[in-house]
């Protein structure tokens, strides 16, 4: 079932009703909106599993039996009364039935608790520090109304997925610690690349609104699915292919569905979204935790009581916050690299540490990760490289994160364990999106297809290149200043270990592009903007840095 254009406009009618009636904050919205829906489904989920107990001859433990007791006298039907039936919680028993005052008190005080309670028996509370933020009646009263009219008991689960995507869609701002909204056609990119398999783990540490689990559920229903399984999908304005895993066994489906997918987040509101986003697709069971990874440790046990792997995880996929700092005394002995506080090496060493022998990761970073200058730059990138395999970076346009930020990023992607001999750098000027201020109109020019080609094919790019290499008729210097060949128009090219050794292990992917007749020596305006910006950030760290390390010198 698609999503339709009547299913869009109700949402759109939701976020009308609330940026009017003086809640403007897309997050939060989104987050109420995740909450009514689990609401509202939370009714036709105990009658789905009442029906499966009668066919199955077994009691039915519904949530809604017995008795509540009220939190709020003010909400008793009678006087004196200082309980109700829990049925009278059931979504039509009070969004179809109360108004005005009422609705919100009720809402507030009882139904929020009550289905705090319910979620508190799982492994993680989806309701922990949930508490209701709409409390204007009548915005309350259209907004649960319209909630109401999507009937998403009728909708399969990816359409409640993709209508729920609809609504994160929605959120046009960067957050408070610097998480930015993946842009998803990138995402399903990066999970090409990587390829997840049935059986493997896969892990994003800085979950966010679970796009990338999310994409990789797809990516390998997609690939145990047969022919007349598959469909062709309309998404963010393109067409892209659909599977529903009718190879996939009973058993595998219990696989994927409870030992594949796991994630942290720092902030609440994250968790809660990417929390809704993966029980409308399907996966209640894949918990995503509140945590963060960089300041807290778990040993053999505590990952055993929470059911995570201990050897580490066989495919991580990531878009950690850019531009946050933590205090060096709050981070793990684990992830510390020299005196750095930045988030974005912080979670690369992270990465590496939490990826098993062999294990695949592919992580946005900033364009300064590839070639900062500090200490900790330098010595990432060296560990990277000698004891790891570098396979790729993916040069993203600048803008691709609008309307967040214009910040210039690149994918990187590596296996933990060897050494590294070369690397293949992939250049995108167009992701198949006008790179404007919005960065939301599709246009015909997308080189994300065939990169992501080119990367699953790297072996025999190899060989062309090393043919190209050494039958062409020139050789000239490099951006980097390396001879590379003349005659090279392709937007992919190599480097090896030897030239990034030479290079400080400088991974970005303009100092290796070779210059061609068919170019101009000059660089894109945007791109040179785009670097100094990163530049200048990489000073501004190296400044921060060498006046903490002053600071303690004195004292």
Request: contains cysteine; hydrophobic residues 40%; aromatic residues 8%.
């Amino acid at each position: 079932m698609p999503l339709t254009p009547d299913l869009r406009r109700k949402i759109d009618q939701i976020r009308d009703y609330l940026y009017g009636g003086g809640y403007p904050d897309p997050i939060s919205n989104a987050e109420q909106l995740a909450f009514f829906f689990f609401f509202y489904l939370s009714e036709h989920w105990d009658r789905e599993s009442a029906a499966r107990a009668r066919l199955a001859g077994r009691e039915h433990a519904s949530q809604f039996t017995g008795v509540w007791a009220l939190k709020n006298p003010l909400n008793a039907p009678a006087p004196e009364a200082n309980t109700i039936p829990a049925e009278r919680l059931r979504w039509s028993a009070w969004a179809r039935v109360l108004s005005g005052e009422p609705l919100v008190r009720f809402v507030r005080d009882e139904i929020f608790a009550f289905y705090a309670r319910a979620a508190s028996r799982s492994a993680v509370n989806f309701m922990d520090g949930a508490r209701l933020t709409i409390d204007e009646p009548t915005v309350l009263a259209q907004v649960l109304n319209l909630v109401d009219e999507l009937r998403l008991e009728q909708a399969d689960a990816d359409t409640k997925g993709d209508l729920f995507e609809y609504v994160l869609g929605q959120i046009k701002q960067a957050g408070e610690l610097g998480q930015f909204r993946t842009p998803r056609h990138i995402i399903r990119a990066i999970v090409r690349m990587l390829d997840p398999q049935i059986g493997e783990t896969v892990y994003d540490p800085a979950a966010g609104t679970a796009g990338f689990l999310v994409a990789a559920y797809d990516h390998i229903r997609l690939q145990n699915s047969s022919e007349h399984a598959t469909e062709e999908i309309m998404l963010d304005g393109k067409t892209m292919r659909r599977g529903h895993g009718d190879k996939l066994s009973a058993a595998k489906w219990d696989i994927l569905g409870r030992r594949t997918f796991y994630g942290n987040d720092v902030d609440l509101k994250m968790v809660h979204l990417a929390t809704m986003n993966l029980t409308l697709r399907g996966l209640p069971d894949v918990f995503i935790r509140r945590r963060n990874v960089l300041t807290t440790a778990l040993d053999a046990q505590q990952k055993a009581e929470l059911g995570l792997p201990d050897e580490g995880y066989d495919v991580i996929l990531a878009n950690p916050p850019f531009s946050g700092r933590v205090d060096r005394d709050r981070l793990t002995d684990d992830v510390k690299i020299g005196a750095t506080r930045a988030t974005e090496i912080l979670f690369l060493k992270y990465m590496l540490d939490s990826l098993k022998a062999g294990g695949r990761c592919g992580v946005i970073v900033p364009e300064g990760v590839l070639f900062g200058s500090t200490k900790a730059h330098r010595e990432i990138r060296r560990m990277l490289i000698e004891n790891n395999t570098v396979e790729a970076v993916l040069s993203l346009p600048a803008g691709v994160f609008q309307p967040y930020s214009g910040v210039k990023t690149s994918v990187l992607l590596f296996t933990k364990g060897g050494t590294t001999e070369r690397v293949l750098f992939l250049w995108a000027d167009n992701d198949g999106y006008k790179l404007d201020a919005q960065h939301n109109t599709p246009i015909e020019a997308d080189d994300l297809p065939s990169l992501v080609e080119v990367f699953r094919n790297r072996a025999a790019r190899w060989s062309e290149w090393q043919e190209k290499s050494i039958h062409s008729p020139t050789m000239g210097e490099g951006q980097g200043g390396g001879e590379r060949p003349i005659a090279w128009i392709n937007n992919w090219w190599f480097a090896t270990r030897e030239e990034l050794a030479t290079n400080e292990y400088n991974l970005s992917a303009g100092r290796y592009r070779p210059i061609t007749h068919l170019q101009t020596e000059h660089r894109e305006p945007l791109e040179i903007l785009a670097e100094l910006r990163a530049m200048e950030d990489e000073i501004v760290r190296e400044m921060e840095a060498l006046e903490t390390r002053l600071k303690e010198t004195v004292l």
